[in-house]
């Protein structure tokens, strides 16, 4: 199991990350403002667990399968089923 959080930024902008252990949200936003272009992470918000056989689609969403498949909500949308299409 991997755990997905969202890092949001001073202005604004949002990155996600995976980890292979549950932090406390705190943990994360005090690990990741040491990383080099994060020192200005604002706050961290836990996402969801990430169960085997499923990835964090480019979204947020959960989608299942391989890295590059999108999920259900993205393939509504553009109509198609792998990222490397769009």
Not at 7 to 21: D, P
Not at 61 to 81: F, P, Q, S, V
Request: hydrophobic share 30%; aromatic share 16%.
């Amino acid at each position: 199991m991997k755990y997905a959080y969202k890092i949001i930024f001073k202005n604004g902008s949002e990155v996600f990350t995976i980890q292979n252990y549950k932090f406390a949200e705190q943990q994360v936003l005090d690990g990741v403002r040491t990383w080099n272009g994060y020192e200005s992470a604002e706050k961290v918000e836990f996402l969801t667990e990430i169960p085997k056989g499923y990835h964090l689609c480019g979204c947020g969403n959960l989608a299942k399968g391989t890295r590059d498949e999108l999920c259900d909500e993205c393939r509504e949308i553009y109509g198609h089923y792998y990222e490397h299409e769009l």
